[in-house]
């Protein structure tokens, strides 16, 4: 992870949540679907509006299927993890992958017990908490066309943390 990402992330007391692989046709679905909506939902509140998504990254999951998981970059002792050159290697933070930026301020959210660097919220997190996305440059047009489809804006950063829209550059 690019130190200045890092720190944005941290200075910010930011969390993440990933969707799904670039590569994988339903991450948009999961993306256009979560910016539809107006948030992120869990499992269980996704299968009541009739919206069934498998919920998991590169097929590992350990969340309930009433909360939603976050990634904490704020957790000092993944510090050292997340700025080496392997940082994908050992948590679930992958270049491939497509995350929202979430401000944990205003939300419900506790500690995973069994995952240090995992923060769980129950049901729903609206997009009012949103802070930008993180993604590869190269679906970062495709991205802002569905943004642009419901009247969102948020600033999309590759991993490097350049932003890749031309959105909300202010927020850097």
């Known amino acids: 992870m690019n130190e200045n990402l890092y720190y944005y992330l941290l200075d910010n007391n930011f969390l993440t949540h990933g969707i799904g692989e670039v590569d994988e046709e339903e991450t948009y679905f999961k993306f256009e679907s979560i910016i539809k909506n107006g948030g992120l939902m869990s499992l269980d509140a996704l299968k ?7 919920g998991k990254v590169g097929g590992y999951r350990i969340t309930a299927e ?21 940082y994908y290697y050992f948590l679930p ?21 069994n995952v240090s660097f995992e923060m769980n919220a129950d049901d729903v997190v609206s997009i009012d908490s949103f802070r930008g996305i993180i993604a590869p440059s190269f679906c970062c047009e495709h991205l802002d066309e569905i943004q642009k489809k419901y009247g969102l ?7 490097d943390f350049n932003i890749t829209n031309s959105f909300n550059k202010k927020f850097k």
Do not use: A, W
Request: no cysteine.
């Open 66 to 86: 009433n909360q939603i998981s976050f990634f904490d970059p704020t957790v000092l002792e993944i510090k050292k993890r997340l700025l080496s050159e392997n």
């Open 48 to 54: 009541e509006m009739g919206i069934n998504v498998s």
């Open 153 to 159: 804006s948020l600033p999309i950063y590759d991993f």
């Open 93 to 113: 933070f992958h270049p491939n992958v497509i995350f929202f930026i979430i401000d944990r301020e205003n939300l419900n959210i506790y500690r995973n017990p």
